[in-house]
């Protein structure tokens, strides 16, 4: 039996990058998941088949659309008609968008925020009645280093990412005697695809190369000089779900090789 064994976890954006590694460490933990993000249908189904039968627990796939909110109510919907409830929600689906602010598009500002932001809003809002009926729940939200500080030319991001702390400790507040916890955690660079894709654009936006703006850019701001790793936040995320974390409520916690204590 696992630490999760019984329990249902829905992780957003989970086709990829820290998603995935936190739905596969929660599954290895004994949890039934619910996996949602874009890709090609192949691909997902590749790895919801590969969580069944890795860690011999159940997983569905949710095409939810995060900058939807009906669509993230039906998701929300999906694991507790399919397992019975939902205990463990991670908000963890996200975008980026790399320019100055006075050409910033205004549909990529209202995108990141409604799949950086609001979606976090409107699945915890679905789901605190499932965890409440249980009486336990978890809430964590993927906010970022650059929900404690900022980087020019990352507007949105930032602005979302500071707004996913404001939330997290609000609903930590509300839910506090209810033995359900909401934090955030604040990777610094994780080698993931949203973090090679905003490569070429920052390359543009500081005219630099791709190795200028690896160690120049990104490694620059993080003083251990290496990348997080996927399996290092999904391993924090599963702390979290544990009972030896039942009193951190209402936290931003740091895995940022340093950055924002500098
Ligand atoms: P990623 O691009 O590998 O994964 C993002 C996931 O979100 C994918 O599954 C994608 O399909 C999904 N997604 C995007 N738009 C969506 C939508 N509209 N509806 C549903 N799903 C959608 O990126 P990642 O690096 O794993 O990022 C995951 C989270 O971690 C994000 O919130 C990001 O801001 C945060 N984060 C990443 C880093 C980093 O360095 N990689 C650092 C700090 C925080």
Known sequence: MG????????????????????????????????????????DIEHERSGIETDFKVRAVYSPADMSKPAEIAEMIALGDKTFGGVDILVNNAGIQFVSPIEDFPIEKWDAIIAINLSSAFHAIRAAVPLMKKRGWGRI????????????????AYVSAKHGIDGLTKTVALELATFKITCNCIS????????????????????????????????????????????????????????????????????????????
């Open 187 to 262: 990777p610094g660079y994780v080698w993931t695809p949203l973090v090679e894709k905003q490569i070429p654009d920052t390359m543009k936006a500081r005219n630099m190369t791709k190795e200028q703006v690896i160690n120049d850019v990104l490694l620059t701001a993080q003083p251990t000089k290496e990348f997080v790793t996927v399996e290092q936040v999904a391993a924090l995320a599963l702390f979290l779900c544990g009972n030896d974390a039942a009193q951190i409520t209402g936290a931003n916690l740091s895995i940022d090789g340093g950055w924002t204590a500098a």
């Open 3 to 42: 630490s999760l064994t019984g329990k249902t976890a829905v992780v957003t954006g989970s086709t990829s990058g820290i998603g995935l590694a936190i739905a596969r460490a929660f599954a290895g933990a004994g949890a039934n998941v619910v996996i949602n993000g874009f890709g090609v249908p192949a």
């Open 140 to 155: 964590i939200n993927t906010a970022s280093a650059h929900s404690k500080v900022a980087s020019p030319f990352k507007s």
